[in-house]
């Protein structure tokens, strides 16, 4: 009963008419966030941080969850009807979710995406209530050295298990812990990197970074990159899907929401890595393979379910160790520490209401989720038709005006201005932003730990392997840092010892030398 009791508390909070509204507008923003393709949930929520001052902590992070698993949805419905994801989460839906459209099964496949993704989103709201208590305790053991750690292997993860360059993303990581270590030195009071502004002395807020990467970074990426004819969207029809495609998609169902919740705690995992295993995992083991890729209904249902899987139980690590496990969670960290929310082992006792609300506020955006995303299909189409000549302006103006209403502060305009060029730059030669702001967003806790250990440790650094949990997470740290290397090593001497066994070789070399 101690368990069930703040449990039940949260859903009080959630059915409070304030947060019930915020977490409709919440799920509807995400849905349209998720449609237009390129925007996405993190350039939302930077966009929106400001909004989240005016309002009480609880109803904002219930908003901002909403916009993220929300998006899953939405991504569905472009990439069924238009071959275009609007999410990244959402890219593999496209290979057997638009041939089934193209086979008059569009509404099956919306189908199967809207079940598999509550089943799925359901299924880790379920594990996410009874885990992170649990990890929560686990964590309260946790001191300087441990989080230090644990720091450390965050940000390594992000940047060696995403998607893209590994070299990139590491030196992402690094200007985000540069950019962590501006103004006064918290132990010595020292100015650092400020070269003589006042502005800069206090540190940069994380507020201006987030709004210029993703908000206006993404916008001048997008106007760039978007210049796609118009589709006429796939119609839709018989939208329940028949016994034989539910038969399918069960098993794909199922699986799907077992790899996104585990994928989804994993630092650097998320929505987008869990579909694309999702998918490979279901071509895998599938009779016929040769059907994935031409309309297959588990290729639909079991990337899906993943997706949304995934997107909820990243709140785990963020609400009950405070390290985010995605750029996303990134930004919903920033979004707490607004409201003067430290996430951590701490916030499950001190401020159930806020951590019970948002788990349990999933429930019911999930159900509101299932109730829009297969009605409402071609409203959210329509949104395509609005030119993004039109749209970006807007938006801009809004993140502008949002980056001035913080601080009152043109220095912070500045700072958006000057994040959204990087941000483009970024984008455009290959570097993500997420591995930044990851990274900068951890930088403070890994230096402060860092430090207060080696004090602790009289300055020898072999103090962190007299510690079961630091050294555990360091002996990690250190595998995933080698393996690359040692990956590469092994397929060079695999390249090696086939072209040495490939017949001929002797017998050309022999022509060679004569010759």
């Known amino acids: 009963m101690d368990f069930l009791n703040p449990v039940l508390n949260g859903f009080s909070v959630v059915l409070e008419p304030m947060n019930l509204l915020y977490c409709l507008i919440g799920v509807v923003?995400?849905?349209?966030?998720?449609?237009?393709?390129?925007?996405?949930?993190?350039?939302?929520?930077?966009?929106?941080?400001?909004?989240?001052?005016?309002?009480?902590?609880?109803?904002?992070?219930?908003?901002?969850?909403?916009?993220?698993?929300?998006?899953?949805?939405?991504?569905?419905?472009?990439?069924?009807?238009?071959?275009?994801?609007g999410e990244a989460s959402s890219v593999v839906t496209v290979f057997d979710g638009y041939q089934m459209a193209r086979q008059g099964k569009a509404g099956t496949a919306l189908g199967l995406a809207a079940i598999g993704s509550f089943i799925g989103g359901t299924a880790a709201i379920i594990g996410l209530t009874f885990l992170a208590p649990v990890v929560a305790g686990f964590a309260l053991d946790f001191g300087p050295a441990e989080y230090s750690a644990l720091a450390m292997l965050g940000i390594l993860l992000v940047a060696t298990i995403s998607g893209g360059s590994?070299?990139?993303?590491?030196?992402?990581?690094?200007?985000?812990?540069?950019?962590?270590?501006?103004?006064?030195?918290?132990?010595?009071?020292?100015?650092?990197f400020t070269f003589g502004s006042l502005q800069l002395a206090d540190g940069i807020d994380f507020v201006p970074i987030a709004m210029g990467l993703f908000g206006l970074g993404e916008i001048l990426y997008n106007l760039e990159e978007r210049h796609r004819a118009a589709k006429a969207p796939s119609?839709?029809?018989?939208?329940?899907?028949?016994?034989?495609?539910?038969?399918?998609?069960?098993?794909?169902?199922?699986?799907?929401?077992?790899?996104?919740?585990?994928?989804?705690?994993?630092?650097?995992?998320?929505?987008?890595?869990?579909?694309?295993?999702?998918?490979?995992?279901?071509?895998?083991?599938?009779k016929q393979p040769e059907r994935f890729g031409k309309g297959a209904p588990e290729g639909v249902a079991g990337p899906?379910?993943?997706?949304?899987?995934?997107?909820?139980?990243?709140?785990?690590?963020?609400?009950?160790?405070?390290?985010?496990?995605?750029?996303?969670?990134?930004l919903m960290f920033g979004a707490l520490l607004i409201q003067g929310v430290t996430p951590g082992p701490q916030l499950v006792e001190q401020n159930p209401d806020l951590f019970w609300g948002v788990v349990n506020s999933m429930y019911i955006g999930?159900?509101?989720?299932?109730?829009?995303?297969?009605?409402?299909?071609?409203?959210?189409?329509?949104?395509?038709?609005?030119?993004?000549?039109?749209?970006?302006?807007?938006?801009?103006?809004?993140?502008?005006?949002g980056a001035y209403t913080i601080n009152n502060s043109m220095f912070d305009v500045t700072l958006v201005v000057f994040f959204g060029v990087l941000g483009y730059l970024m984008k455009k030669f290959g570097f993500e932003p997420g591995p930044l702001v990851l990274a900068f967003v951890l930088g403070e806790l890994l230096e402060s730990s860092l430090r207060r250990s080696l004090l602790v440790f009289g300055g020898d650094p072999t103090g962190f392997f007299t510690r079961?949990?630091?050294?555990?997470?360091?002996?990690v740290f250190v595998l995933v840092a080698v393996l690359p290397g040692i990956r590469s090593m092994l397929a060079k001497r695999k390249s090696t010892t086939a072209a040495a066994a490939t017949p001929g070789n002797g017998t050309n070399q022999n022509i060679k030398e004569k010759v």
Do not use: C, H
């Open 235 to 286: 119609k839709v029809s018989n939208v329940w899907p028949s016994g034989s495609d539910l038969k399918y998609a069960s098993g794909a169902i199922g699986r799907g929401s077992v790899l996104g919740f585990f994928l989804g705690i994993l630092p650097g995992g998320g929505a987008t890595i869990a579909s694309m295993a999702s998918y490979a995992m279901e071509k895998k083991r599938a």
């Open 468 to 475: 079961p949990i630091s050294a555990t997470l360091l002996a």
């Open 304 to 330: 899906e379910t993943a997706n949304n899987a995934a997107a909820t139980s990243s709140f785990i690590p963020l609400l009950t160790l405070g390290i985010p496990a995605n750029a996303t969670m990134a």
């Open 29 to 85: 923003i995400g849905m349209l966030i998720g449609v237009l393709p390129g925007l996405g949930p993190a350039a939302t929520i930077a966009i929106l941080l400001p909004l989240t001052y005016s309002v009480e902590p609880v109803t904002a992070i219930i908003m901002l969850a909403g916009i993220f698993y929300g998006a899953q949805y939405g991504g569905t419905i472009t990439s069924v009807l238009l071959r275009l994801p």
């Open 366 to 401: 999930n159900i509101l989720l299932l109730i829009m995303s297969l009605p409402l299909v071609g409203i959210f189409v329509r949104i395509l038709r609005v030119r993004a000549a039109i749209l970006a302006p807007i938006t801009a103006l809004i993140t502008l005006l």
């Open 166 to 192: 590994k070299a990139k993303a590491l030196i992402a990581a690094a200007v985000g812990l540069l950019l962590a270590t501006v103004g006064r030195d918290v132990f010595t009071g020292e100015s650092r």
